[in-house]
T-cell receptor
């Protein structure tokens, strides 16, 4: 069965500092990987996705993520965090099957200090 | 732009009531999903549907049922609401083949 681990429950960074959110997955084949962001009281918004090809993927809002098969990781990065990036971030793994089910991590809450 | 609409943002019901949560998508997506979200547990899949009138259980289907009579609409039903079903419920839809899911804004349901 597929699974996702986000080891950091809560991270605090200063505005302008760099950010890396960790995600490790378990899946038997080549996974489809996603990062979503959730602002308070809202649904989830897709930041970026990895299906195949270039292992460094660019997303919206200046985020990027790197797929490392050898480490079963898909970490999210941003060079300079803005106060508006404060939110909860979810990593998810899925398969190419018909139903496109996703398994989500438990999330990392990002706090940004000014 | 993609739009998934959940009928209520906030809902308060009493134990034992039958509760309906509605979700509509306007993207002609084949797949639709219902999740519940609880602090520290992330999103857990309740049920999903890959076609009209087709449904499959997710990870936590107990106490829930679903209905998909039309492609654009997917309903979650709490047959007899209990306090442990107080949660945030999120609906999502997607195309086939591992495509990203698009989410509604959620329904925060309280069972008293």
């Amino acid at each position: 069965a597929q699974s996702v681990t986000q080891p950091d429950i809560h991270i605090t960074v200063s505005e302008g500092a760099s950010l890396e959110l960790r995600c490790n997955y378990s899946y038997g084949a080549t996974p489809y990987l996603f990062w979503y962001v959730q602002s308070p009281g809202q649904g989830l918004q897709l930041l970026l996705k990895y299906f195949s090809g270039d292992t460094l993927v660019q997303g919206i809002k200046g985020f990027e993520a790197e797929f490392k098969r050898s480490q079963s990781s898909f970490n999210l990065r941003k060079p300079s965090v803005h106060w508006s990036d404060a939110a909860e971030y979810f990593c998810a793994v899925g398969a190419a099957g018909t139903a496109s089910k996703l398994t989500f991590g438990t999330g990392t809450r990002l706090q940004v200090t000014l | 732009d993609v739009k998934v609409t959940q009928s209520s943002r906030y809902l308060v019901k009493r134990t034992g009531e039958k509760v309906f949560l509605e979700c509509v998508q306007d993207m002609d997506h084949e797949n639709m999903f219902w999740y519940r979200q609880d602090p520290g547990l992330g999103l857990r899949l309740i049920y999903f549907s890959y076609d009209v009138k087709m449904k499959e259980k997710g990870d936590i289907p107990e106490g829930y049922s679903v209905s998909r009579e039309k492609k654009e609409r997917f309903s979650l039903i709490l047959e007899s609401a209990s306090t442990n079903q107080t949660s945030m419920y999120l609906c999502a839809s997607s195309l086939q083949g591992g495509q990203p899911q698009h989410f509604g804004d959620g329904t925060r349901l309280s069972i008293l």
